[in-house]
T-cell receptor, first 117, second 112 residues
């Protein structure tokens, strides 16, 4: 069965430090999508990135970067020069095909990031 | 940027009462979903809806739950007789294809 593991429950860093959030997934599918979402204290899910299984290029967006490695089934997320506004819970998710042909997301348990001033 | 709109943002209801959570998906989207997040836990799939019928549901989505697209624009989740354990954040989502959702900002349901 598909599974997403975020082993880090909570991470605290001091502002300006770099931080990496780990995500390891399990899937039988050859075609799948991986996602990262940010959930600030207000509760909404903020989309950060989607990656398909055929694109292993690392991606950088400002202070955010993602490292996708199929060989280790990992999709890690790095924030460079962290800021207090980065404090949130971050979820990694994997799309799973259903018997009806739609996709559902399997979420990890999330990593709570606290950035201290 | 088009949004998925959920109302209300917070609802408090008495145990045993029926509650309807409302969502307006993005207008050209074809697939609709509800997810649930109990406080402090992960986000869990409840149900997907396509072509005016449920396409997939989880074991959480029992007979107490139902979904409807009553008028071609709204997408609702009804809980017939709420229990304390139904207290959670409920997220609606929609997509053009069967992946790549847009999530709404959620409805926080508190059952007292």
């Amino acid at each position: 069965a598909q599974k997403v593991t975020q082993a880090q429950t909570e991470i605290s860093v001091v502002e300006k430090e770099d931080v990496t959030l780990d995500c390891v997934y399990e899937t039988r599918d050859t075609t799948y999508y991986l996602f990262w979402y940010k959930q600030p204290p207000s509760g909404e899910l903020v989309f950060l990135i989607r990656r398909n299984s055929f694109d292993e290029q690392n991606e950088i967006s400002g202070r955010y970067s993602w490292n996708f490695q199929k060989s280790t089934s990992s999709f890690n997320f790095t924030i460079t020069a962290s800021q207090v506004v980065d404090s949130a819970v971050y979820f990694c998710a994997l799309s799973e095909p259903t018997t009806s042909g739609t996709y559902k997301y399997i979420f990890g348990t999330g990593t709570r990031l606290k950035v201290l001033a | 940027e088009p949004e998925v709109t959920q109302t209300p943002s917070h609802q408090v209801t008495q145990m045993g009462q029926e509650v309807i959570l409302r969502c307006v998906p993005i207008s050209n989207h074809l697939y609709f979903y509800w997810y649930r997040q109990i406080l402090g836990q992960k986000v869990e799939f409840l149900v997907s809806f396509y072509n005016n019928e449920i396409s997939e549901k989880s074991e959480i989505f029992d007979d107490q739950f139902s979904v409807e697209r009553p008028d071609g624009s709204n997408f609702t989740l009804k809980i017939r007789s709420t229990k304390l354990e139904d207290s959670a954040m409920y997220f609606c989502a929609s997509s053009v294809r069967n992946y790549g959702y847009t999530f709404g900002s959620g409805t926080r349901l508190t059952v007292v």
